[in-house]
C-alpha cells in the first residue's frame, strides 16, 4: 500500500501540489479529471516521484509481488517505483534522440537514433511480450522512435511502462492520439492490470469515454490539489464533474481580424488549393499508391485512418515536410513543387498544428510571442510585430481565458493549455488553408468546444479551407463537406483511400 498523508509538493519557487489523503492499494484503479490549467500533470509528477516532498509523509507498504526478471527500476526519492506515461515523457524522448543524432560522434547507432525497441530493453519479458501483443507493437520495434507517429509512440511508452512492473503506474492523458481500436485496447489493458496484476493505477482523462467500466474511485483535480474522491457513480452527480466531461452550447464567437498584410492572395482563387496526382510513397509498405487528391476553395475535408495508415504522411506532403514531395507531382497554392518555389511562398498560406509540431515547439518563448510567431511563420518570434498584431494577438488571448498570462514562459503552461496556444497560433492570420493534425488532443470538454466553434465561424467565413485530423468523429467540426479515410485491406498490413463528399452538419 502507497499512503499519502497531508504532502505538499514544490512545483516551482511560487507553487505547490497538494495530496492531502490518499492510499493506493494492490490493484486499485483511481481515474482522476481535471479542467486544463487545474494542475493534473503536475499532481502526476507528484504521485511518480518527480517533485520534492516539503511536508507531509508517503509511505509505502511493502506486499508480496510477482518477482521481475531484468533490470530492476530504480527507487524515486520517496522509496518506490512510478512509472509515469505522459506527453512531457514523450517529449524527453524526443530531445534525447535528437540530441543522439546531432552529436558530433558518427556511429551508426547516432545516425540511426533510438529505436522503438531501445526502450523496452531489461525489462520483464513477460509483461513488455503482453503488451507487444496487446497493442500490436510486433512491426514497430525496429523502427526509429521519430518515424512514429503520435499514437504509435505513445503505445510503446505503455509497453516501457507496464514491463517496468512498478509499485504505481501513472498515466497521463494516455488515450490522446491513439485511434478508436487502440483506445480500446488499452481500455481492456486497464481492465486487465486492474483485475490481474498488484501494481495500483492512477489514470488521468479528458473524457467520458476513457473512463474504465470498472474502477475504485473517481476523483477531481482542481488548483494544483486532488480536491474530490469517490465512487464513480456518486462522482459523476457531482456538477463540477459533469461540466468537466460535458461542456453545453457556447455563445457565437467572433475571432479578431488579421492585418490586412498577412492576408493572402492566391493567383487563380478558383483554382485547386491543394493537387496531388498519382502520388507514390513507399517505406517499409506502400504507404500512398496512385493518389489522386484535391482541395478546392469551399472544401472542408475530415482525414481519419488507424494509427500509422498514413494520415500525417498526406499532410506531410502538403506542407513541404516530407522530402518526397519533390519526386511527386504535388501542387500546392499554385506552386508546383520543386520548381523553384520558396518555403516561406508556401508556408504564409496554411495554418498548421499537430502534435509533432508540439513535440518540436521547444523555444521558452513568451505567450504572447507564441500566438505572434503564427504571423510569421516561426518557431519563436524573431521579428518586431506592429500594433496591429499585438492587439490581434491579445484579443485572441482573451478568447482563449489566457489574457493574464501573456509573458509566462510556454513552457510554464499546462499541455491543455500549450495546445490552444498553438492553436491560435495556427488560426491567427486565417489563411487560405489550416491543417489541423489532432488539434483537440489534450484539450478539456470547454476547450473541444471552443476550438470547434473557431473553426465553424472560420468555415462560414468561406476565405478558408479545413482539413482535419481526429480519432474521435464527434470532433468533426460543423462545415466538413469531404472525408477521406484510409481503410485497412484484408491483409491487416496495407490501405486503400475512400474519399466522399458529405452532407455537411450545420451548426445549431
Known amino acids: 500500500m502507497l499512503t499519502f498523508s497531508n504532502t505538499k509538493f514544490r512545483l516551482c519557487d511560487e507553487l505547490t501540489v497538494a495530496i492531502d489523503a490518499l492510499q493506493l492499494h494492490d490493484h486499485d484503479l483511481i481515474v482522476l479529471l481535471g479542467h486544463n490549467g487545474s494542475g493534473k500533470t503536475a499532481l502526476a509528477r507528484a504521485l511518480a516521484g518527480e517533485l520534492p516532498l516539503i511536508s507531509g509523509e508517503v509511505k509505502l507498504t511493502e506486499s508480496d509481488g510477482e518477482a521481475l526478471e531484468g533490470k530492476a527500476l530504480e527507487r524515486n526519492a520517496l522509496g518506490y ?3 509515469l506515461v505522459s506527453f512531457e515523457g514523450q517529449q524527453e524522448l524526443f530531445e534525447a534522440d535528437y540530441n543522439l543524432r546531432n552529436s558530433d560522434a558518427t556511429t ?4 540511426q537514433g533510438l529505436l522503438a525497441q531501445d526502450l523496452l530493453e531489461g525489462l520483464d519479458p513477460k509483461s513488455v511480450h503482453e503488451a507487444v501483443v496487446a497493442l500490436n507493437l510486433a512491426p514497430l520495434l525496429q523502427r526509429p522512435i521519430r518515424t512514429l507517429s503520435g499514437g504509435e509512440g505513445r503505445k510503446i511508452l505503455l509497453a516501457r511502462a507496464l514491463g517496468a512492473k512498478p509499485d504505481l503506474l501513472i498515466f497521463d492523458c494516455p488515450f490522446d492520439a491513439l485511434d478508436v481500436e487502440s483506445r480500446k485496447q488499452l481500455l481492456e489493458i486497464i481492465g486487465y492490470i486492474h483485475k490481474f496484476y498488484r501494481e495500483p493505477m492512477v489514470l488521468i482523462v479528458n473524457r467520458p469515454d476513457e473512463i474504465p467500466s470498472e474502477l475504485t474511485a473517481l476523483g477531481l483535480i482542481s488548483d494544483l490539489s486532488l480536491t474530490k474522491l469517490d465512487t464513480r457513480e456518486a462522482l459523476l452527480q457531482d ?9 453545453g452550447s457556447l455563445p457565437p464567437v467572433a475571432l479578431p481580424e488579421p492585418p490586412a498584410q498577412f492576408a493572402v492572395k492566391l493567383a487563380d482563387p478558383n483554382a485547386p488549393i491543394v493537387a496531388l496526382n498519382k502520388v507514390n510513397i513507399t517505406y517499409d509498405r506502400p504507404v500512398l499508391k496512385d493518389l489522386t487528391f484535391t482541395v478546392n476553395p469551399g472544401e472542408h475535408w475530415q482525414i481519419v485512418g488507424p494509427n500509422g495508415a498514413g494520415k500525417s504522411t498526406l499532410l506531410s506532403l502538403i506542407t513541404g515536410d516530407n522530402p518526397l514531395v519533390y519526386v511527386n507531382d504535388v501542387t500546392v497554392f499554385g506552386y508546383k513543387r520543386g520548381t523553384g518555389e520558396s518555403i516561406w511562398d508556401i508556408k504564409k498560406c496554411y495554418g498548421y498544428v499537430s502534435g509533432a509540431l508540439h513535440l518540436d515547439y521547444r523555444v521558452s518563448s513568451p505567450v504572447l510571442h507564441v500566438v505572434l510567431s503564427g504571423f510569421y511563420d516561426s518557431i519563436g518570434l524573431y521579428q518586431q510585430p506592429g500594433d496591429h498584431e499585438l492587439a490581434v494577438a491579445r484579443a485572441w488571448l482573451k478568447l482563449v481565458g489566457l489574457e493574464h498570462d501573456e509573458m509566462k514562459s510556454f513552457k510554464a503552461l499546462s499541455f491543455g493549455q500549450q495546445r490552444m496556444l498553438l492553436i491560435v497560433r495556427s488560426l491567427v492570420k486565417q489563411p487560405p488553408l489550416l491543417i489541423l493534425d489532432e488539434p483537440l488532443q ?5 476547450g473541444r468546444a471552443l476550438v470547434r466553434s473557431f473553426i465553424t465561424y472560420i468555415i462560414e467565413r468561406g476565405k478558408t479551407s ?9 470532433d468533426a467540426p460543423a462545415g466538413i463537406n469531404h472525408r477521406l479515410t484510409f481503410v485497412r485491406d484484408d491483409d491487416g498490413v496495407n490501405y486503400h483511400i475512400v474519399q466522399e463528399a458529405l452532407n455537411p452538419a450545420r451548426p445549431d
Open 81 to 83: 517505483r512510478a512509472q
Open 108 to 111: 551508426a547507432k547516432e545516425e
Open 239 to 247: 456538477p463540477e464533474a459533469q461540466a468537466l466531461l460535458y461542456c
Open 442 to 446: 489534450g484539450l478539456d470538454a470547454y
Open 466 to 474: 479545413i482539413l482535419f485530423v481526429s480519432h474521435h468523429e464527434e
